[in-house]
């Protein structure tokens, strides 16, 4: 008897869902239908993009607009897309489980959220898209802490994208304008690293420790050794920070030590942070 | 003489004639084109004339001759310990001696560049299947390996093979691995000859905008040479690239091969010079190029001998 029932509801969604086509070159986010729940929850598209709704749960779905703008299937492992051409908040549900809920913000501009923080006085390439003819002025406003101010502007490429340079001295919010609408806005984050080091000396056994602050797990920490011979500050060793952003060296050496422990960048070179110089005398006769 | 015991004799020569004269070594040696991160001048200054350089100017990703356990299981010094050569550039150091087979195992693990890769080899015997030089419609796989590929170069140390010689990148893609440090040497002994106590290799190329030793610009980053007063210490100077360079060292003189003492001999690219002194000179002294634009541009070392 539930099964009857079940079917026409099923035949009338699947009848009622217009044509879905997923354009290639247009395609923006994706979201999971999964058993009780869309995600993510939240997904921002620039104007004209689509967004793909794609089934990964047991249970038949549909995802329909509270404002019934749109409205699609999602039987199996279906796929459902819609491309979203205006700016705007779009929220959306399931017909069968009323209690899924989803929402979509359109935007006319993005800025790309940025990898990883930088260090005080970097240089980063803060870039974007936008839905506006190529040309088109973008102004990108930065707030430190007191309020935003402008930063510079550049403009809208053929393919969408704008770019700018910038060099923040500390964490900064920037968002973009143009044409009227505005970016949501994006944090760089600044942070700036310290290292400390600690030296003893067990017999012939020199250990040498460091900690990193704010914690950097798995970033590269170079061991330098000031040596005569090298004429300067001498790189010996190179090891990961573990979970706690604490690294440990070990070397073997009678002779007098002159340490300190540089933490770098991904190329294990170019130092971000450094030690103070820690010292350790040479092995007792 | 019987007609009996002529032939008899005749063959009893013959066959002693036919008996090779010593039993032929085989040396086999594992080595891989192994893509790395290279820092030219690890101290990032050049500590004569105060000038520093950022790791922008003096890090790159690059490919190097790597040596390797056999069937390339785990990684190798290129060079033994005891030589103060550091390790990656230049590659491997073929040690052998006359009269021995070289049989080089060569793997391409190059997944940065993805570049053929192949091994030349200069001073020894060999054929044209082992020749490693790249030309259209006549070489073949040595000449070109793919990554992921492995190739074996077969080669013999003849009696006229005795001293050090080049060895390098001689693919398509060879003029951007020798700029990048793919080259190495081949140092083969006369019969009887002894291993010095220190055998030095010293290998002239620019590299980016330095004109390196063994791929390092400037005092503290090229190689520190070590020995104590007493040690043999053999000296191997090669050129790589298009200019040729003036190798001189402090406090010391040599016999070179045209029996003339020299303190300074030139060098053209993948020429090669081997000498030995009896060390007598205690004390840190300069090795450089003596080319002044290049010793400027970090074609300098130090050597310290102890007592």
């Given at each position: 008897?539930?099964?009857?029932?079940?079917?026409?509801?099923?035949?009338?969604?699947?009848?009622?869902?217009?044509?879905?086509?997923?354009?290639?070159?247009?395609?923006?986010?994706?979201?999971?239908?999964?058993?009780?729940?869309?995600?993510?929850?939240?997904?921002?598209?620039?104007?004209?993009?689509?967004?793909?709704?794609?089934?990964?749960?047991?249970?038949?779905?549909?995802?329909?607009?509270?404002?019934?703008?749109?409205?699609?299937?999602?039987?199996?492992?279906?796929?459902?897309?819609?491309?979203?051409?205006?700016?705007?908040?779009?929220?959306?549900?399931?017909?069968?489980?009323?209690?899924?809920?989803?929402?979509?913000?359109?935007?006319?501009?993005?800025?790309?959220?940025?990898?990883?923080?930088?260090?005080?006085?970097?240089?980063?390439?803060?870039?974007?898209?936008?839905?506006?003819?190529?040309?088109?002025?973008?102004?990108?406003?930065?707030?430190?802490?007191?309020?935003?101010?402008?930063?510079?502007?550049?403009?809208?490429?053929?393919?969408?994208?704008?770019?700018?340079?910038?060099?923040?001295?500390?964490?900064?919010?920037?968002?973009?304008?143009?044409?009227?609408?505005?970016?949501?806005?994006?944090?760089?984050?600044?942070?700036?690293?310290?290292?400390?080091?600690?030296?003893?000396?067990?017999?012939?056994?020199?250990?040498?420790?460091?900690?990193?602050?704010?914690?950097?797990?798995?970033?590269?920490?170079?061991?330098?050794?000031?040596?005569?011979?090298?004429?300067?500050?001498?790189?010996?060793?190179?090891?990961?920070?573990?979970?706690?952003?604490?690294?440990?060296?070990?070397?073997?050496?009678?002779?007098?030590?002159?340490?300190?422990?540089?933490?770098?960048?991904?190329?294990?070179?170019?130092?971000?942070?450094?030690?103070?110089?820690?010292?350790?005398?040479?092995?007792?006769? | 003489?019987?007609?009996?015991?002529?032939?008899?004799?005749?063959?009893?020569?013959?066959?002693?004639?036919?008996?090779?004269?010593?039993?032929?070594?085989?040396?086999?040696?594992?080595?891989?084109?192994?893509?790395?991160?290279?820092?030219?001048?690890?101290?990032?200054?050049?500590?004569?004339?105060?000038?520093?350089?950022?790791?922008?100017?003096?890090?790159?990703?690059?490919?190097?001759?790597?040596?390797?356990?056999?069937?390339?299981?785990?990684?190798?010094?290129?060079?033994?310990?005891?030589?103060?050569?550091?390790?990656?550039?230049?590659?491997?150091?073929?040690?052998a001696r006359v009269?021995?087979?070289?049989?080089?195992?060569?793997?391409?693990?190059?997944?940065?560049?993805?570049?053929?890769?192949?091994?030349?080899?200069?001073g020894?015997?060999?054929?044209?299947?082992?020749?490693?030089?790249?030309?259209?419609?006549?070489?073949?796989?040595?000449?070109?390996?793919?990554?992921?590929?492995?190739?074996?170069?077969?080669?013999?140390a003849g009696s006229d093979s005795v001293g050090v010689w080049?060895?390098?990148?001689?693919?398509?893609?060879?003029?951007?691995?020798?700029?990048?440090?793919?080259?190495?040497?081949?140092s083969i002994l006369g019969p009887?000859q002894?291993?010095?106590?220190?055998?030095?290799?010293?290998?002239?190329?620019?590299?980016?905008?330095?004109?390196?030793?063994?791929?390092?610009?400037?005092?503290?980053?090229?190689?520190?040479?070590?020995?104590?007063?007493?040690?043999?210490?053999?000296?191997?100077?090669?050129?790589?690239?298009?200019?040729?360079?003036?190798?001189?060292?402090?406090?010391?003189?040599?016999?070179?091969?045209?029996?003339?003492?020299?303190?300074?001999?030139?060098?053209?690219?993948?020429?090669?010079?081997v000498?030995?002194?009896?060390?007598?000179?205690?004390?840190?002294?300069?090795?450089?190029?003596?080319?002044?634009?290049?010793?400027?541009?970090?074609?300098?070392?130090?050597?310290?001998?102890?007592?």
């Open positions: 008897m539930k099964r009857l029932a079940l079917v026409p509801l099923v035949a009338a969604v699947a009848l009622a869902a217009p044509a879905s086509s997923i354009a290639m070159d247009d395609s923006g986010p994706m979201v999971s239908a999964q058993f009780a729940a869309f995600l993510p929850q939240q997904v921002t598209v620039l104007a004209g993009k689509s967004v793909m709704w794609q089934n990964e749960s047991v249970r038949a779905h549909t995802v329909t607009a509270d404002d019934g703008s749109f409205s699609g299937a999602l039987l199996g492992s279906d796929t459902y897309s819609h491309a979203f051409d205006s700016p705007g908040t779009f929220l959306y549900h399931c017909a069968i489980h009323p209690t899924m809920r989803g929402e979509v913000d359109v935007y006319r501009l993005l800025l790309d959220a940025p990898g990883q923080a930088l260090a005080p006085g970097d240089a980063y390439t803060l870039s974007g898209h936008a839905a506006l003819p190529a040309g088109t002025t973008v102004s990108i406003a930065g707030d430190s802490g007191s309020g935003f101010q402008p930063v510079g502007s550049t403009t809208v490429g053929g393919d969408g994208s704008f770019s700018l340079g910038v060099h923040p001295s500390t964490s900064t919010t920037y968002r973009a304008a143009a044409a009227g609408d505005t970016s949501p806005a994006v944090l760089v984050q600044v942070l700036d690293r310290s290292v400390r080091a600690s030296i003893a000396r067990h017999r012939a056994r020199v250990v040498i420790g460091a900690r990193v602050m704010p914690r950097a797990p798995h970033a590269k920490v170079v061991l330098q050794l000031h040596l005569r011979e090298r004429f300067g500050w001498w790189p010996v060793r190179t090891a990961r920070l573990g979970r706690a952003s604490r690294a440990r060296f070990t070397i073997h050496t009678r002779r007098r030590v002159s340490a300190r422990v540089v933490f770098t960048r991904a190329d294990g070179v170019t130092p971000v942070a450094s030690s103070p110089v820690v010292r350790v005398q040479a092995m007792a006769r | 003489m019987s007609r009996i015991l002529l032939p008899f004799l005749t063959a009893l020569a013959a066959a002693l004639v036919a008996v090779p004269a010593a039993s032929a070594r085989t040396v086999n040696y594992w080595i891989a084109a192994k893509p790395m991160t290279w820092n030219e001048i690890p101290n990032q200054r050049d500590a004569i004339m105060g000038t520093h350089y950022s790791p922008s100017q003096t890090v790159f990703p690059t490919v190097v001759y790597k040596r390797y356990t056999r069937d390339w299981k785990r990684p190798l010094r290129n060079v033994g310990a005891g030589t103060s050569n550091q390790d990656d550039i230049p590659g491997p150091l073929i040690r009269g021995d087979r070289i049989r080089v195992h060569f793997k391409n693990m190059d997944t940065v560049f993805k570049r053929v890769h192949s091994m030349h080899f200069h020894v015997h060999y054929r044209p299947s082992s020749d490693g030089a790249y030309l259209p419609g006549f070489s073949g796989r040595d000449a070109a390996v793919e990554p992921g590929h492995s190739y074996i170069y077969t080669l013999h080049p060895y390098h990148d001689h693919s398509q893609s060879m003029e951007e691995s020798i700029a990048g440090g793919m080259y190495g040497m081949l009887g002894k291993r010095p106590d220190r055998e030095f290799e010293v290998v002239f190329a620019p590299m980016g905008q330095f004109q390196t030793i063994d791929g390092r610009a400037f005092v503290g980053n090229t190689p520190v040479f070590t020995s104590k007063v007493g040690e043999t210490v053999q000296w191997d100077v090669m050129a790589m690239g298009s200019e040729h360079h003036t190798f001189h060292v402090h406090g010391h003189r040599w016999r070179a091969a045209d029996g003339t003492y020299k303190d300074t001999q030139t060098v053209g690219p993948a020429e090669t010079f000498f030995r002194w009896h060390e007598d000179a205690p004390g840190t002294w300069l090795y450089h190029c003596h080319v002044e634009a290049h010793m400027m541009a970090g074609m300098i070392g130090i050597y310290r001998v102890r007592r």
